[in-house]
Structures are given as C-alpha cells and as structure tokens.
C-alpha cells in the first residue's frame, strides 16, 4: 500500500517560478526522502530529512517536514525546463524491517 | 565513486519464462533493495538484503526471489513470467547496516524495464 501520497498529481509552471509539492504519510517514520524520476528512468535522489528536522535546503530545493501533521513538502525555486520530471516522495520506517514507502508522484512540467 | 549498476537495462521475455536481473550496489555499500514500478501500482518494494541475508521481503508471490553474494552484489529472479510482471525494477543500494542507522540515503539504479509478451 502506499503510505506517500503526493499533491497535486501534476503541476504546469512557467519557467523562472517555483514549484511546491506535497506529500502526506500514514504512520511514524525514520525519515522522509524526495526523488526525482526522468521519463520512467532510475530516481535521482534530491534529499533526506530525518524526522526531528523541520526544514533542509539544497541549492535550489527547500524541503519542510511536520510529523504532526504527518507531511512535507518540496520546494524547487527558479524552475528550469530541465527540472521537468516526476518526483516522488518516500518515507523510511520500520526498524529491523526498515524500507522506502513511495506516494505516486507528482508530474511538474516546467515550460520554457 | 561509480553509482548503481543494474543489468541489462531491457528484456523482453515470454510468459512461463523466467528471468534473472543484477545489480551492483555503490562500493562500499552492503544494503541492496528491489523495487517494482508499474503504472497501476506505483513503486513497491520487493525485498532487502545485507550481507548475503534477506532482511525484509515485500507483498509478492514466491515467484519473486533474491539472493546477495559476498561482493554485495545482488540477483533477482522472476519464475514463471506472467503478463502483469512487466515493470520497470529498480536496485537500490545504501550504507545503511541496521535498524538504529536507518537514516541513510537509498541511490537508485536506472533500472531493468522488463516486459513479458
């Protein structure tokens, strides 16, 4: 079952604007992990926030996590035409039967 | 440091047939998962391994197996290929050893897009 469950589904945006996704989760994590997937290709991972951060940046990415209310979001600013991909979020949890729960994905174009 | 290496990148196979994926985890890493990606079901997770034992295994049928060898590097095998097995799957490699170092990044192979005909 999928415990991620990214929103919205797709995103059109203009290049130079920022984008904002969401993903909701189910149950307690370790830690919350965002992706990034070309044209059904492998997932490039972006960044890992574990869950007693609340915020972690990356060059152009701003990822916030609220375990209490059990979500996160991604933040892409500047949007590039390149940055069009799928992205997906995944939390880890577990324990000794730790793995990845993946959300659906939200699809971003970003048009030129 | 070379990424995840999964081979091949495509097959085509026929129903009843089996098939053997591989791939070869970052250097240094001794955790490997599977994972399946369809577009009805999205990325499932099929099975970890660590040092040559199955640590944890997914929702799917016996049909679906693995196995680790002592360079960490990792099989899996598909029996009796069925129509609904076409997917792309995808290796996963990361540092992580155990439960109380579970916050470590997973880096994804380009994944082996198999279709059964």
């Known amino acids: 079952s999928q415990q991620g469950e990214e929103d919205p589904q797709a995103l059109s945006i203009q290049e130079g604007e920022n984008a904002t996704m969401n993903c909701s989760y189910k149950t307690s994590i370790n830690n919350l992990q965002w992706y990034r997937q070309n044209s059904g290709r492998g997932l490039v991972h972006l960044i890992l926030i574990r869950s007693n951060e609340r915020e972690k940046h990356s060059g152009r990415l701003r990822v916030t996590l609220d375990t209490s209310k059990k979500s996160s979001s991604l933040l892409i600013t500047a949007s590039r035409a390149a940055d069009t991909a799928s992205y997906f979020c995944a939390t880890g949890s577990g324990g000794s039967n730790y793995k990845l729960t993946f959300g659906k994905g939200t699809l971003l174009t970003v048009n030129p | 440091k070379a990424g995840v290496t999964q081979t091949p990148r495509y097959l085509i196979k026929t129903r009843g047939q089996q098939v053997t994926l591989s791939c070869s985890p970052i250097s240094g890493h001794r955790s490997v998962s599977w994972y399946q990606q369809t577009p009805g079901q999205g990325l499932q997770f099929l099975f970890e391994?660590?040092?040559?034992?199955?640590?944890n295994k997914g929702n799917f049928p016996g049909r679906f197996s693995g196995r680790q060898f002592s360079n960490s590097r990792s099989e899996m095998n598909v029996s009796t290929l069925e129509l609904g097995d076409s997917a792309l799957y995808l290796c996963?490699?990361?540092?992580?050893?155990?439960?109380?170092?579970?916050?470590?990044?997973?880096?994804f192979g380009q994944g082996t897009r198999l279709t059964v005909v």
């Open positions: 391994y660590f040092s040559e034992t199955q640590r």
């Open positions: 996963a490699s990361s540092s992580r050893t155990g439960g109380y170092s579970a916050n470590t990044e997973a880096f």
